[in-house]
């Protein structure tokens, strides 16, 4: 089993920035891709961004695409997304999701491990 605790959630004012962290424990996640998600009251779970277990490659969702970026460092056995430019409409509940297909894959119900999420609100 593994177990995905997100971080690094806060209020951040329209503009700014904020890092998320996902940190595995249980088992390593260094083989497995890699996402994050976004959620909103009443609203699917939307896709933001994935990480191949390499890292080499990365893909977005469209709203977040030039202003966020995911990572990862295998040898801590954590993710990070990057958000830049932050917009209001970018307020949600984070979560960070772990595929052990391995493959890079934009549907919610393709991941294996969730994390309980983190709270990012972006005030305007």
């Known amino acids: 089993q593994v177990q995905l605790v997100e971080s690094g959630g806060g209020l951040v004012q329209a503009g700014g920035s904020l890092r998320l962290s996902c940190g595995a424990s249980?088992?390593?996640?260094?083989?497995?891709?890699t996402g994050w998600f976004r959620q909103t009251p009443g609203k699917e779970r939307e896709f933001v961004a994935a990480?191949?277990?390499?890292?080499?490659?990365?893909y977005y969702g469209d709203s977040v695409k030039g202003r966020f970026t995911i990572s990862r460092d295998n040898a801590k056995n954590t993710v990070y997304l990057q958000m830049n430019s932050l917009k209001p409409e970018d307020t949600a509940v984070y979560y960070c999701?772990?595929?052990?297909?391995?493959?890079?894959?934009?549907?919610?119900?393709?991941?294996?491990?969730w994390g309980q999420g983190t709270q990012v609100t972006v005030s305007s």
């Open positions: 990480i191949s277990w390499s890292g080499a490659i990365r």
């Open positions: 999701a772990a595929d052990t297909s391995g493959r890079l894959r934009p549907n919610s119900y393709e991941y294996d491990y």
């Open positions: 249980g088992r390593t996640i260094s083989t497995y891709a």
